[in-house]
């Protein structure tokens, strides 16, 4: 069974910056295409950011375009969302997702393992 770690979350002010970590599996993880997703309150889970096993290619949801990057690092085994220019719509609990495949993908079903999620709140 694949574990996936969260950490990171926290709570912020409009406009700050916060940095997400996920770490994967005790060997090196290369392969699997991964993914943060969220669910504010209220809402549906969202596609958030991805990456491809590669990092060659990723990919973002409209709201966090130009603010959200995220980024891999296989020799730690962890994956990082970079979270500018925060806003209160952005609260939400954060989850870390792998498929075992190392294509990107954006949809919840393409995602076989989860973590338990790290929760981000953004005061105005």
Excluded at 15 to 32: K, M, Q
Excluded at 42 to 67: H, L, M, N, Q, W
Excluded at 73 to 78: E, G, R, S
């Amino acid at each position: 069974q694949v574990q996936l770690v969260e950490s990171g979350g926290g709570l912020v002010q409009a406009g700050d910056s916060l940095r997400l970590a996920c770490v994967g599996p005790g060997r090196t993880f290369s392969s699997p295409a991964m993914a943060w997703f969220r669910q504010g309150p209220g809402k549906e889970r969202e596609f958030v950011a991805g990456i491809s096993g590669s990092g060659g290619s990723t990919g973002y949801g409209d709201p966090v375009k130009g603010r959200f990057t995220v980024s891999r690092d296989n020799a730690k085994n962890t994956v990082y969302l970079q979270m500018n220019s925060l806003k209160p719509e952005d609260t939400a609990v954060y989850y870390c997702a792998a498929r075992r495949s190392s294509i990107l993908r954006t949809e919840e079903k393409d995602y076989d393992y989860w973590g338990q999620g790290t929760q981000v709140t953004v005061s105005s």
